[in-house]
């Protein structure tokens, strides 16, 4: 009876051993995955610090980069460990006048309130799991733009249609910021989006909408606000969808527009109240022009050196 006992308690401590150990290996990866992402997010930071993004018509004028990215992500599906961050690129704001855009929750300095301008370009850098490191960019203004990625060719795109489309809508009292931002978490339920892969258009699946929108804004002056919301697959923005509200220069009322934008190079179909409103085709199964509001390109492989 001794003897069954030692060897049960041998066991147990070998038992314990092994998950100890395998613990131990367990947090040793987590922590190396840990230490990689931050060394990956300092990587495409830079990347994006290099770029330089300017309006068409002021190319000595470069847009303003938010260091701090929008967003975060993975996406598990399409890659293992896709390691991507989401930047935002905004239009210049003098910080001398008063009243001018800023963008919500964006931290004041020394008290005063953060002078931002308004968004203009949002560009999701990755770097994926074959060691490839590639950017999405994605238009959010009619404005023409100018575009140094440091490519062979400059992209300078002009967005023109899907660009602050009136958008109807039953809400009254959005006279204040609050009401109207909180109208626009309750008109984003109206719009959805489907995708599909580029070998079969045919077979869609509704992308999901991000929990929280990727950029607020509002402009004191004006008292228009904007939200910028993603919709994915998994983690990764597919798709974009900007809603818009400006006051009526007579104080009755205002107007809502809203603005589509792909995050992908798949087939989309963006829908409002589940009825299709755009779609745009596999991009590179088709001719793409400098010009174009999306842009999907290679920036060469991950080097963390």
């Keep these: 009876m001794y003897r069954v006992f030692f060897v049960c308690a041998a066991v147990t401590a070998l038992t314990a051993v092994a998950t100890f150990t395998n613990q131990l290996h367990a947090d040793d990866a987590t922590d190396n995955r840990e230490q990689e992402r931050k060394v ?13 993004m300017s309006p068409a018509s002021r190319q000595d004028r470069l847009l303003s980069f ?13 890659n293992f460990f896709t390691d991507g961050v989401v930047f935002l690129w905004r239009h210049d704001s003098k910080p001398d006048l008063p009243g001018a855009p800023a963008l919500l929750g964006a ?26 490191v590639f950017c999405e960019f994605a238009s959010l203004t009619s404005s023409p733009l100018h575009c140094d990625l440091g490519l062979r060719r400059t992209w300078t795109p002009e967005k023109t249609t899907q660009v602050d489309v009136p958008l109807k809508v039953q809400i009254s009292n959005v006279n204040d910021e609050r009401r109207q931002l909180l109208a626009m978490r309750q008109l984003i339920r109206r719009f959805s989006v ?46 974009l969808v900007l809603l818009r509200y400006t006051p009526n220069s007579n104080a009755k009322g205002g107007s809502w527009t809203y603005t589509l934008s792909r995050m992908t190079s798949r087939p989309l179909v963006f829908e409002l109240d589940q009825q299709a409103i755009h779609e745009v085709k596999a991009y590179w199964k ?20």
């Design 40 to 52: 990956r997010l300092e990587y495409l930071t830079q990347k994006a610090k290099e770029f330089k």
């Design 66 to 78: 938010e260091e701090r990215p929008v967003l975060r992500y993975t996406n598990p599906v399409r």
């Design 107 to 132: 931290p004041a300095l020394l008290g005063a309130p953060a002078l931002l301008g308004a968004p203009a370009l949002l560009g999701a850098l990755s770097v994926r799991g074959n060691g490839d």
């Design 194 to 239: 489907r995708m599909s892969e580029a070998d079969n258009p045919e077979q869609k699946k509704e992308l999901r909408r991000l929990s929280n929108p990727l950029v607020q804004w509002s402009d004191s002056a004006s008292g228009s606000s904007a939200m910028c919301f993603g919709f994915a697959e998994t983690n990764d923005p597919e798709a």
């Design 286 to 305: 088709n001719p793409q022009s400098d010009n174009d509001s999306y842009l999907e390109r290679r920036l060469g492989e991950y080097s963390a050196e």
